[in-house]
């Protein structure tokens, strides 16, 4: 009965956004209860859940969003941003935009937390949109997204990656061989069949877009139209705030898979002190270019946007810890064990399934890929497909619809000023193609291996 009522829990907050125009965070809180209740976890323990979700989340992405909200806020009042894309745009061209951001999002890039990794994206999508067209906007955050998921669950050191490895018991050596090729490739495939998906009335600016993103792309296309301050620093320069903290988390990242890592790397490759260096390092540089009352305007913008992003994100993480609490797992766990003899094709099937299926109930495409490999690493040795193939298996499903019940499609959603129709006609659409489009090429590895 878990999986009826979580389905139902899912669709109820589906609905009230979506049709009722219901805010997000009573829609996802009324869902949370509702399934805690009906699913048996009981009055107090379904509170404690959703009370003990938020905190978690918080605990784990609230001051990466604060800081990372924080640099960009900076980073845009000096220009940095527009700099960024004329840059872009002269190395790759407006069409080749799409793909370059979701091949460096899927192979340069998994090392860092993905949250934060969409915090910074976000600005750039923003700022490109509309020298890329008319449907700029939606095309480069379906870009971003496709990127950033398929390097977190395919490529070395993402963290999804890492824990299926870990679970499975796969050298993390042949994964990185196979996982280099399939991440990116994903993330190409799925760009290009969401840009053709683009060429139809696929997308209404009027309601899949916030009326903010309307005007930018407005104020963009005007070359007159008032800008932020040129600090008139090189663009090096003025993107060191994010550079500096990208290259202390990926090197901590390094660091700790390679077995050389040290306290002072480990403190350093944190992401909350690498994000609030780079904060420093934004907040001097604005400081000494900008004033000190562009830069308290800009800091005081971004911490506005920040409350509304965190209050919807954690109740993102509420909802996905009510679904853990009904024991969904132990459902999933008996499936599979029943199938253990199957031929390759339905294992393969299988795995993605329950890795699917555990994605649109609990929201989080770690959580799902950890579950789902620990729900059958009991059974692998049993399996007539190499545990390689059955990781990354795992991996394709675990990306699959991310949509409303994830803390990461509010971030995504408020970042890229995307209305909730907008942010699942985007982020749910490419994480659907790029898992259905990473399947078929698990398969053929799993008749060759």
């Known amino acids: 009965m878990e999986v009826l009522h979580t389905t139902i829990a899912i669709v109820l907050a589906i609905g009230l956004i979506i049709w009722l125009k219901v805010d997000p965070v009573i829609s996802l809180i009324i869902a949370s209860l509702y399934l805690g209740l009906a699913a048996g976890v ?11 979700g938020f905190g978690d989340i918080m605990a784990k992405v609230g001051l990466l969003i604060g800081f990372g909200v924080a640099i960009g806020a900076l980073l845009h ?3 940095a941003f527009r700099k960024l894309v004329h840059a872009l745009l002269r190395l790759v061209g407006p069409r080749r935009l799409p793909y370059a951001l979701a091949t460096a999002l899927s192979t340069v890039f998994p090392s860092i937390y993905v949250d934060v990794q969409v915090v910074l994206a976000a600005p750039i999508a923003r700022t490109s949109a509309p020298h890329v067209g008319r449907l700029g906007l939606p095309l480069l955050a379906g870009a971003i997204g496709t990127g950033i998921l398929a390097g977190y669950v395919f490529v070395i050191p993402g963290l999804a990656a890492l824990a299926i490895t870990a679970q499975l018991g796969i050298s993390i050596g042949s994964w990185l061989v196979y996982g280099f090729i399939l991440g990116p490739l994903t993330a190409i495939v799925t760009t290009l069949l969401f840009a053709l998906l683009l ?27 008032p800008e932020a301050v040129d600090a008139g620093l090189p663009l090096a320069v003025l993107l060191l705030p994010i550079l500096v903290p990208l290259v202390l988390i990926a ?33 001097v540089l604005s400081r000494w270019k900008a004033g000190a009352h562009l830069t308290d305007e800009a800091l005081s913008n971004g911490f506005k946007t920040t409350g509304e992003i965190l209050l919807i994100t954690g109740i993102g993480g509420s909802l996905g810890a009510v679904i853990e609490a009904t024991g969904l797992g132990d459902t999933l766990a008996d499936l599979f064990s029943a199938d253990s003899g199957a031929p390759v094709v339905v294992t393969i099937l299988l795995a993605w399934f329950i890795a699917a299926l555990l994605h649109l109930a609990i929201g989080s495409v770690s959580v799902a890929a950890i579950a789902a490999a620990g729900i059958i690493a009991p059974v692998v040795g049993s399996l007539d497909v190499a545990p390689l193939v059955i990781g990354l298996a795992i991996a394709s499903g675990s990306m699959f619809a991310l949509q409303v ?13 995307l209305t909730t129709s907008g942010a699942l006609k985007t982020m749910t659409m490419v994480t659907s193609i790029a898992s259905l489009v990473s399947l078929p090429p698990v398969i053929v590895l799993a008749l060759v291996l």
């Open 77 to 79: 009042s000096m220009g």
């Open 42 to 52: 009981g009055f107090a323990e379904t509170v404690e859940a959703i009370t003990v």
């Open 405 to 417: 019940n994830s803390n990461f499609f509010w971030m995504f959603k408020s970042l890229l000023n």
């Open 251 to 283: 090197f901590g990242a390094i660091a700790d898979v390679a077995d050389f890592s040290t306290p002072f790397i480990a403190f350093l490759g944190n992401a909350t002190v690498a994000l609030f260096i780079g904060l420093v390092g934004a907040y």
């Open 199 to 225: 060429r139809t009335r696929y997308w209404n600016a009027e309601t899949d877009e916030e009326p903010e993103a309307r005007e930018a792309e407005k104020e963009t296309l005007d070359e007159d139209a």
